[in-house]
């Protein structure tokens, strides 16, 4: 004979649930084919239907005048008599209340929990458990749990809920949860790192080149275009004009984005997106950065174009004769127009603009 | 007088340092400006100097006998002789052996650490401090730690350490510690997510769009062009064929990118790419999908332009009349090539092949 400590969890209002501890006597039938009834659910280790009863818990209860009359009972043990011999809950059942999580709703019916200040789990998991039943009741959908670095304690807690993690950055784990029965619909997480690549071009038919200090074209003597990754947030016509005052010094204006690549598992499982931008130089004297270079100077465009490397290397090859061919200008990228969409946030839509006009 | 009990780490071959035990006596000054001996630098709690010693602790151990005489020695209390008057550490140090961790070394110096096996944090924690002094040793820089979700319970014993997050996938968290007292320049995490929308034109001249069921165009009545995102490893040209395909069962072929927006603060913290392209349709018969849409049809591309709503949002506008233009034959896009690039990874690289030709 096994007992299991569990419980069910009844609405009183918005604010409370009441949680009813109970032992549940479970008689073990050896089955090869049935589950343990202390074993968990593949990917939902604890939320399970057997502690916390979803919809259908909550019908049983109705049926109960010994629940209903625990209502405004607080932490007094109930009575001992078994609810339902079919059930065989037992004597130890005892009622208490529990406070429901401050929580926001989302656009998409789902729930945004902000963790902010230090909580015990001891506290937080029965909240959390509670508030979940009141929800699943109102049909939401995915439960999001953004907990900073700081209350990591409480990390290993909700993913025994059955919580997973959605995403994370350096101070915060952002945790998720789906209600329903239904497939998983949650959005996913970011998919992609953005890189720019800078072609300055001056008034000499002169490109601005680096020669880099590290990773792959560390030793390898190659001239190549200024380059840099795009930071959150970031616009790429900024981000281009950053990285060529970070890596040179001279001072420049976007133009067009020229051509892109996007390429795949480039950082760990995520993929690439990298912009081939070109840029005005409004100064000509460079102050190279020394961390990341080796050396750096204006090169004949013919010169640059022509290196053995850029002649081996098929996309290298694409990319210095679509700079070529803008610098006789009879090339049409993309020119960044910014656009007030409908949320107000400032963006840019990105277009042939010399066909568009 | 304050007793603090700390740890100095030996190495003693590639597989295995001494930890030696000590209690160090530290008279406390009260000072304005100092801090306490016991606080710990913000955003790196626990892996300090004061507790594991970078390499001029190292330097320190050579000048004991001492020490040296304990490398053979495992888990046998110490000489209770003090090491130093000067550094006041006294009585209770004690050797002991522990195993270093398995590792990959990266291309930037760095360290990979792919948990896979379950193992508990008093095994594993001194096992990564004496790592860490080895590789520190080594002048290793970025620590990383892939840890699946069924081993979260090491996540707080590891931010413990000092480690910080850097993203996270449902099924596991990848921890970082940046070694050298540089500062820390460990790559950022994906920063964006990626979108298409597909511009599909038949031979009457007529734009394949839907009625959407949810999200911010529910009950707006407007038509609009079939989108969805981008999947993690996905090319733009697959991605829009297969969501043409989902939503409407429409078979495709793709043509150009025509243009691109960029925007900020998307989802969470995210930016967006969204890429327009337009495709061929291949098959006439519409199969909407149910899930996500009201209506899907074909119209023609003056009334799917006309529309007030597009009239009416900047954004929209432009892309509309982007189609409307490329519709008339006199708008260059950018196509798809595939690339080979030195990594013989397949990629695309998008450009105006018009001009480029």
């Known amino acids: 004979m096994l007992y299991i400590n569990s419980n069910i969890w009844l609405n009183i209002n918005d604010k409370q649930m009441i949680r009813i501890r109970y032992r549940k006597l479970v008689v073990l039938l050896p089955s090869k084919n049935s589950p343990s009834p202390v074993s968990l659910p593949p990917n939902r280790p604890r939320l399970s239907t057997t502690q916390l009863p979803p919809s259908s818990c909550h019908g049983f209860s109705k049926g109960s005048s010994h629940f209903k009359a625990s209502f405004s009972t607080r932490k007094i043990p109930a009575s001992t008599s078994s609810l339902s011999m079919k059930e065989q809950i037992e004597a130890e059942s005892r009622v208490e209340h529990v406070g429901l999580l401050n929580a926001v709703e989302d656009l998409y019916e789902g729930i945004v929990i902000e963790m902010k200040e230090p909580v015990d789990s001891t506290e937080f998991i029965p909240s959390l458990r509670a508030s979940i039943v009141k929800w699943r009741q109102q049909g939401k959908k995915g439960v999001w749990i953004k907990l900073p670095i700081g209350l990591v304690s409480l990390v290993e807690p909700i993913v025994q809920e059955g919580f997973r993690y959605h995403h994370a950055e350096p101070d915060y784990l952002m945790l998720v949860y789906w209600i329903p029965d239904t497939p998983d619909t949650l959005p996913e997480n970011a998919s992609h790192r953005v890189g720019v690549g800078a072609f300055v071009l001056n008034s000499n038919g002169e490109v601005l080149v680096v020669k880099e200090n590290s990773g792959g074209f560390k030793g390898t003597g190659v001239w190549k275009l200024p380059t840099g990754v795009v930071n959150e947030g970031e616009d790429i ?61 204006w090169m004949p465009i013919e010169d640059y174009v022509n290196q053995p490397y850029n002649k081996e290397h098929q996309l290298f090859k694409y990319v210095a004769e679509i700079c070529k061919t803008k610098a006789k200008m009879d090339y049409s990228g993309f020119s960044a127009m910014p656009v007030a969409p409908d949320s107000g946030k400032e963006t840019y839509l990105y277009f042939n603009n010399r066909d568009f006009n």
Chains 1, 2 share one sequence.
């Not at 795949?264 to 961390?291: T, V």
Request: negative net charge; contains cysteine; proline residues 3%.
């Open 237 to 297: 016509p900024s981000a281009s004009i950053r990285e060529v005052m970070e890596e040179t010094g001279i001072d420049t204006e976007f133009m067009e984005v020229l051509a892109f690549r996007q390429s795949h598992r480039s950082f760990f499982s995520k993929s690439d997106l990298f912009f081939i931008c070109m840029l005005r130089p409004r100064s000509f004297d460079i102050q190279k950065q020394d961390l990341e270079l080796e050396a750096a100077q």
